[in-house]
């Protein structure tokens, strides 16, 4: 579509559908669309959210979207795909951001970028600032009111830690290096 920026694109783990996000002329906002292959029918799955991931099993779309409690910070949902459900899965206490799922050992993990050092000294810890990258297990009965598992740092944000790409109990990521960022 030529109207729309689109960027980000993420395979489903069938792979007959593509989540990507997309932002027209007048949004303020980019939103979560996704792009049925066989016929290729264009839909939007998120109306307001960037950074797609599908769970491993395809039940699941992991994303960002601006939490609508205040102080209205990124932060990483999930939509139950069977019905559109959304849920936060992690606190929302800083800026978060790119979010990627694998299933290991303890279930299905969800990496993700999260700004929490305000290391600018502008006096907010946000995308300006060097990145950690941190995991939560995702839990489905987050749908139901169970509480929002506690997050844990993977990386301390010393190298500006960005991009993780879990793969069973494994995970690679970029870092600020001697040439820029390195694996």
């Known amino acids: 579509d030529r109207e729309t920026g689109d960027r980000a694109p ?7 559908r593509v989540f990507f996000a997309t932002r027209g002329p007048s949004d303020r906002l980019e939103r979560i669309d ?9 839909k939007t799955a998120v109306a307001t959210g960037w950074d797609p991931a599908p769970s491993p099993d395809g039940s699941f779309l992991f994303f960002v979207s601006i939490d609508e409690a205040p102080p209205n910070r990124p ?11 959304i849920c ?23 990496v993700f970028a999260r700004f929490v050092d305000d290391k600018t000294g502008d006096g907010i810890a946000d995308g300006a600032d060097p990145a950690s ?41 970029t870092a600020f290096g001697a040439a820029d960022f390195d694996l």
């Open 10 to 16: 993420v395979w489903s783990s069938d792979g007959r």
């Open 34 to 42: 996704v792009i049925d292959i066989e016929s290729g029918q264009r």
């Open 88 to 110: 936060a899965i992690t606190d929302g206490s800083v800026f978060e951001g790119i979010p990627r799922a694998a299933k290991t050992s303890q279930g299905v993990a969800v």
């Open 133 to 173: 990258l941190w995991a939560t297990v995702f839990d489905p009965k987050v749908f139901d009111g169970t509480p929002i598992p506690v997050d844990k740092p993977l990386t301390s944000s010393a190298d500006n830690e960005i991009f993780g790409a879990p793969l069973d109990d494994w995970f690679v990521y």
């Open 75 to 85: 932060r990483i949902f999930a939509m139950r795909l069977t019905d559109s459900k």
